[in-house]
């Protein structure tokens, strides 16, 4: 087994890493918890592969496990979702000294997240993240929220769980869409931090060479994240890195109402278009877009930009996270492996889209 430990002032949790962890999951939520009650929060897609399983697991040791299912996708990240959900547990008569465990990708923890974090001033949770973006991204480093209408997790905050438990061979159930959505993740790590793991992408020839390797690289994900959240947890700084092509990504994703392209199509082509115009300004090394495209291509990820408004993109951009008044940071690689924040006024961001 791969363990990891996020090291924070207020908080400590490990990441466990190994195929086949489900069979052990009641076993280990049982190190950390030790009352009746677990609340588990999942989507109709996992709770029909994963939910009869689980079930049993948490009942052979002890626990009374009661769930509350989501639609799958994007659009179960809303405020009347959210309060679906806070009516579901309030009626079964949760409280805060009870478990609450995000089951599912990136979707449902993020929502779990803020459930817990807000759902009777805080209750603990923790995450099993079933898909690859969720296991190598989401469910690491605390940020949980929902989307508004207006924009993605602009409703938020940071809550981290009581341990990340992951299972790797639940990915061989994700349908094939999915799991190139999370490459995007992968090949975002290997882009800002890790020239290492770019080059280990590029090398593979198959799909079951990947597969032979998939404990190593969540494990090198999670590490590059782990040392992240821990430099700068609450996002003030070098955690923004992390955000490597969203920034265009969560436009691309809004301007299509999250239906056209998945998150991890959206970081795609963002990492790719925002690289092709930073090179062409001189701040990135020449042909590091084109060894991203090349990487995008393999896995099977879009990377041109579509066709949108221009204003539309603007205002979704203006919306982002990581913009201020007047300004917005940017994320860009100098070369494969090495990333730096730039900080733009707002009307300049015309020239990288």
Do not use: W
Not at 96 to 116: K, N, P, W
Not at 176 to 183: A, E, Q
Not at 216 to 229: G, L, S
Not at 293 to 322: F, H, N, Q, R, T
């Amino acid at each position: 087994m791969k363990k990891l430990k996020i090291d924070l002032p207020e908080k400590q949790y490990d990441i466990l890493i190994e195929k086949g962890l489900r069979r052990q999951f009641g076993s280990e939520i049982k190190k950390l918890y030790t009352n009746k009650k677990i609340f588990i929060i999942t989507d109709q897609n996992v709770y029909n592969i994963y939910g009869e399983e689980f079930e049993k697991d948490l009942k052979s040791n002890g626990f009374e496990p009661y769930f509350t299912v989501v639609e799958p996708g994007e659009k179960s990240k809303s405020i009347a979702v959210l309060e679906s959900v806070y009516d579901s547990l309030l009626d079964k008569e949760i409280t805060r000294s009870d478990m609450i465990v995000a089951l599912g990708g990136g979707v449902v923890g993020d929502l779990t997240g803020f459930v817990a974090a807000t759902l009777l001033r805080g209750i603990r949770f923790m995450q099993i993240p079933t898909s690859l973006l969720a296991q190598i991204d989401s469910s690491v480093g605390g940020k949980v929220a929902v989307n508004l209408e207006k924009g993605k997790n602009l409703v938020g905050n940071f809550y981290h769980p009581d341990a990340v438990l992951i299972d790797p061979e639940m990915l061989l159930t994700l349908e094939k869409r999915y799991f190139y959505d999370g490459m995007a993740e992968v090949i975002k790590y290997g882009c800002i931090k890790s020239e290492e793991l770019f080059r280990m992408l590029e090398s593979y020839v198959t799909e079951e060479e990947f597969f032979d390797n998939i404990d190593d690289i969540i494990y090198r994900c999670c590490d590059i994240k782990r040392a992240v959240v821990e430099e700068d947890e609450k996002d003030t700084g070098n955690r923004m890195l992390l955000n490597f092509g969203h920034t265009l990504g969560h436009a691309v994703e809004k301007c299509f109402g999250y239906e056209k392209y998945t998150h991890g199509e959206g970081v795609a082509i963002g990492m790719y278009n925002i690289t092709l115009r930073s090179e062409a300004k001189g701040e990135t090394e020449a042909g590091v877009a084109e060894s991203i495209k090349s990487l995008l291509v393999k896995y099977k990820l879009p990377y041109e930009m579509p066709e949108m408004d221009e204003e539309e993109v603007k205002k979704a951009i203006g919306l982002d996270k990581k913009s201020s008044s007047g300004s917005i940071t940017l994320i860009l690689v100098k070369r494969i492996g090495e990333s730096y924040l730039k900080k733009i006024a707002k009307e300049e961001i015309v020239d990288y889209i």
